[in-house]
């Protein structure tokens, strides 16, 4: 690709970036038959007879082939940032989000009792990580799966940051910031549940409801696992957490225990752990992107959007050669 054709791409990325912001106009036209899920926290055991609970291992077996694979060449620092993040070395942790593990159970106690919490990516309804990202590299499916394509994500974490609840885990040494400018630009590629999106495409259930033995996992049309969840709760008193949290997401918990003590109490079990991995539940919590303000942002990403869509356009051309 020559220059002028390099500053056209340029050009046509932040047109398209201004056009689509801060909502994706071309999966808005597509028909939706979006999917939801329950988890209800009064039949989730964390199984806790096994070695992982079976949600997380039928999660790490699907994707497996898709876990990050990163050249130790490039597992260093780019400028201007003084660290960077390998999980590499650490696969086979479980008890919380990491580029190798995309789904967790937090065992808790709050209100005298025992709960086992299941927790990934929420699936929001209006994604504030897909309005926000720079690359353009994250996506809906009509079936309302929330998915990062990792092959051309540059890992600049702005989906992580504006998550309300910091789902996407990062790893470097990963990426086409590797084939680009690994010493300039990008820091890996970030990973996360993809609610099994090729799976429900074909109509099959995700991994992880398939695996639970306690049926505490469930997927379904969208609207009915709303209604579901909701007469769960009024069958025990109790509450539902998602129908509002990050402005309506398609995963409704379901407890009896207020979702304020839930949060309080994997707050007080972080204790000191600042790191990313182990979402709070806050009530309530909206999206980081609102009105005035995603289109604030949208507009301050569009130069990088466009030049990284030249960058990549530059790199796809360079392969066809």
């Known amino acids: 690709m020559d220059r002028r054709r390099f500053f056209k791409t340029a050009a046509i990325g932040a047109l398209s970036c201004a056009a689509l912001a801060p909502s994706d106009a071309k999966a808005a036209s597509q028909p939706r038959r979006e999917q939801g899920s329950i988890i209800d926290l009064t039949l989730c055991d964390g199984c806790a007879k096994l070695p992982a609970p079976a949600c997380v291992g039928a999660c790490r077996e699907k994707n497996a082939d898709r876990f ?23 696969r086979d942790v479980i008890n919380r989000l990491t ?113 639970c033995p306690k049926n505490a996992i469930m997927f379904g049309d969208k609207a009915d696992m709303k209604l579901e969840a909701k007469r769960r709760a009024e069958a025990i008193g109790g509450y539902i957490y998602g129908v509002n949290e990050g402005g309506g997401t398609a995963t409704f918990y379901v407890s009896k225990i207020p979702f304020e003590e839930i949060d309080a109490a994997i707050a007080a079990k972080k204790g000191g752990d600042k790191a990313h991995g182990r979402p709070q539940m806050p009530v309530g919590v909206e999206s980081k992107l609102k009105g005035a303000d995603a289109l604030f942002a949208a507009a301050l990403i569009a130069p990088i959007a466009a030049a990284a869509s030249a960058a990549i356009a530059v790199y796809k051309g360079g392969k066809r050669d």
């Open 99 to 211: 580029p190798y593990n995309w789904t967790y159970v937090e065992k808790i106690e709050a209100a005298g009792q025992t709960i086992y919490l299941p927790r990934r990516c929420m699936h929001c309804d209006d994604p504030a990580c897909q309005k926000l990202c720079p690359f353009g590299v994250i996506g809906k499916s009509k079936e309302g799966a929330v998915g990062i394509d990792a092959n051309f994500c540059m890992g600049g974490s702005k989906c992580r940051d504006v998550c309300p609840w910091n789902i996407p885990q990062r790893q470097a040494g990963v990426g086409i910031y590797t084939k680009i400018a690994p010493k300039l630009m990008g820091g890996g590629s970030m990973y996360k549940c993809d609610m099994c999106a090729d799976s429900l495409a074909n109509d099959q259930k995700p991994a992880c409801e398939s695996a």
């Open 68 to 90: 990050p694979r990163p050249d130790p060449k490039y597992l260093i620092d780019y400028w201007p940032q003084k660290r960077h993040e390998d999980w590499s070395g650490k």
